[in-house]
């Protein structure tokens, strides 16, 4: 066995925005003192190897790309999978080359929609003309689950904002005027010339699964899955099993003609929290719990995995867009929303995820999360070649246990 060392191997800096992510990162890095040095404040007093545990804005990306010993928990080019419209870009691209990738089934059809004046909306729908198609088809059909329903989501934006569903040229058209009004109560005027910068604003449009999975032992209730995934290095990636289920807090089925009722249609957590009344534990539960038979648990899962193989593929190989870095790892929150018939369609990739819409109740399932993610950074970067006693080991090895590969540079599948 091997002796422990005395002096710490590499250093960390963990220096988080919300709480409740720091102390659970603090904790996990804790189990590998006196291996690793952690601090909290600056200024940083690295040993050989330093690691950055830090919000985006705040890792020192050019030493990050200098340097074979210093490391990041973040890559700094991955807009091909965390932007929407990038990400819809190349897996249309990768389906192109591909047509019989999962990506073909498994996400819902995707158009780019770039506007700069909803005058100039004729013009923009002529490049997602399946869309305006699909409107003019709703003309005469009453029942909303008959209807082809879209789902407007901005670019760039997260937790929910901005999001609306509609299935009218009218209705588009006022969402996207209300847009336009309040951008420009907010817009400021050009100091030189006293004009307003015009600026092309970027959407994607979704074909809405309006027939969403709803299980009566939990109110027949729109529900979204969020999957951890941890990407590691020139490219390792993992889906952590523990999954879980984000409901909405009204029925689905009574108000599914009524688009402007985001209680029934919009699951995010973070949008639920801010209504009086809101119950964590009924708004949070652990996928494997479902009241589903075990056999679509499973398959759901199978196709979960699939459909991550293929978008990594499918971003990594656009290098403009992303880049995995061999010294960084990153941690991604995927929302996944299943259909009727248990088929599981991606949604979209969420960086630096909200992990406190987890919520007290399941959170156990972050700190799994996190342990796992720490220790595959302690073994592939940290402490990667290093005398690390036999009991450092068999905990590293412990901790990754639900870690799930889901693809690799070499493809490998292993689920």
């Not at 299980?215 to 951890?228: A, E, I, S």
Request: charged share 25%; glycine share 4%.
């Amino acid at each position: 066995m091997s002796a422990e060392p005395t002096t710490a191997i590499a250093t960390v800096f963990v220096e988080m925005d919300e709480p409740y992510v720091q102390d659970i990162l603090l904790a996990a890095f804790a189990k590998y003192a006196p291996l690793l040095a952690v601090q909290t404040a600056e200024p940083i007093s690295a040993s050989t190897r330093l690691m950055h545990w830090r919000e985006y804005e705040k890792i020192d990306w050019d030493t990050v790309h200098r340097s074979t010993t210093v490391f990041a928990n973040a890559y700094c080019i991955r807009k091909g999978l965390i932007r929407k419209a990038q990400m819809a870009f190349n897996i249309q691209l990768f389906v192109a080359k591909n047509p019989d990738s999962i990506l073909k089934t498994g996400v819902p059809d995707t158009w780019i929609f770039e506007l700069d004046d909803v005058d100039y909306l004729d013009e923009a729908l002529m490049e997602c003309y399946e869309v305006e198609n699909g409107m003019q088809a709703n003309e005469g059909v009453d029942d909303p689950r008959l209807r082809e329903q879209f789902i407007l989501k901005p670019s760039l934006t997260g937790r929910g904002a901005g999001i609306y569903v509609f299935d009218t040229r009218e209705r588009l058209e006022s969402l996207l005027e209300s847009e336009f009004e309040s951008d420009d109560e907010e817009e400021d005027e050009d100091e030189e010339s006293g004009q307003a910068v015009s600026q092309i604003r970027e959407w994607v449009i979704q074909r809405y699964i309006n027939r969403p999975l709803l299980l009566p032992t939990h109110g027949n209730r729109k529900f979204h899955l969020r999957v951890y995934v941890l990407a590691a290095g020139d490219l390792d990636v993992f889906v952590y099993r523990h999954m879980l289920a984000l409901f909405a807090p009204r029925p689905y089925a009574e108000s599914a003609g009524d688009l402007d009722d985001q209680r029934a249609h919009l699951t995010n957590t973070c949008l639920q929290a801010k209504h009086e009344g809101f119950d964590e534990s009924d708004a949070v539960r652990l996928f494997w719990s479902l009241d589903l038979a075990q056999d679509k648990l499973d398959r759901i899962f199978d196709q979960i995995c699939k459909i991550l193989s293929d978008t990594f593929a499918a971003v990594s190989n656009e290098s403009t867009s992303f880049q995995a870095w061999g010294n960084c790892i990153e941690q991604f929150g995927f929302d996944f929303l299943l259909d009727e018939d248990c088929n599981a369609f991606m949604l979209e990739a969420n960086a630096y995820p909200d992990f406190k819409q987890t919520g007290d109740g399941l959170k156990s399932v972050v700190e799994g999360f996190m342990a796992a993610s720490v220790a595959t950074a302690a073994d592939s970067l940290l402490l990667k070649d290093a005398d690390v006693p036999d009991d450092v080991r068999q905990m590293m090895e412990a901790d990754r246990t639900d870690l799930v590969k889901v693809f690799s540079r070499n493809n490998v599948r292993n689920w």
